[in-house]
Antibody, heavy 120, light 107 residues
């Protein structure tokens, strides 16, 4: 059974940092692109970033470029999102998701999400 | 960036109704369009990929159509478990973008 379990969310002050993790199981993690998608409270979905199977390519939405870094450790079946210089508008539930079709961001499995709250 | 516009933003329908949700892209995305269903407090669930390909395990009352800029999600004979929010997503160009969502509520 495919499972994605996010962790690392919490309350952080504006300008602070947080590192999210996503533990994957039930599939060959190293053969799938992975994404982070977020959802602000009561709002819609926003794609944040994705990373290639081997970590050699990654892409970001403009609003997080230069502040967030997506990475992965295939030996640990884990996906990460390092978030720096956090802003109020980064407050959201952050989901990790598996890309069903290589590089297309067709997301067939999602974690349960982890809440990040940026507030003073 | 490619803007995705869904309509309506919400609708009320009864069990057994036929429901249609539309999604328009700001430029042609060929058929690079996915549909997701999200229930309150839960992660989204992929229903349809590449405009019309029903995912395994998704009931056949769901269907998708369209190409270019205009796409449709249709639910024939709405069931109680279908009351949720539906999102379209374009995967044609980075940044990947989602529509604003359509909330399907019980009439």
């Amino acid at each position: 059974e495919v499972q994605l379990v996010e962790s690392g969310g919490g309350l952080v002050q504006p300008g602070g940092s947080l590192r999210l993790s996503c533990a994957a199981s039930g599939f060959t993690f190293s053969t799938y692109w992975m994404s982070w998608v977020r959802q602000a409270p009561g709002k819609g979905l926003e794609w944040v970033a994705n990373v290639k199977e081997d970590g050699s390519q990654n892409y970001y939405v403009d609003s997080v470029k230069g502040r967030f870094t997506i990475s992965r450790d295939n030996a640990k079946n884990s996906l990460y999102l390092q978030m720096n210089s956090l802003r109020d508008e980064d407050t959201a539930v952050y989901y990790c998701a598996r890309d069903k079709i290589e590089g297309t961001t067709t997301l067939d499995f999602w974690g349960q999400g982890t809440l990040v709250t940026v507030s003073s | 960036d490619i803007q995705m516009t869904q309509s309506p933003s919400s609708l009320s329908a009864s069990v057994g109704d036929r429901v249609t949700v539309t999604c328009r892209a700001s430029q042609s995305i060929i058929n690079s369009l996915n549909w997701y269903q999200q229930k309150p407090g839960k992660a989204p669930n992929l229903l349809i990929s590449t405009a019309s390909n029903l995912q395994s395990g998704v009931p056949s009352r769901f269907s998708g159509s369209g190409s270019g800029t205009d796409f449709t999600l249709t639910i024939t004979s709405l069931q109680p478990e279908d009351f949720a929010t539906y999102y379209c997503q374009q995967t044609y160009h980075i940044p990947i973008t989602f529509g604003g969502g359509t909330k399907v509520e019980i009439k």
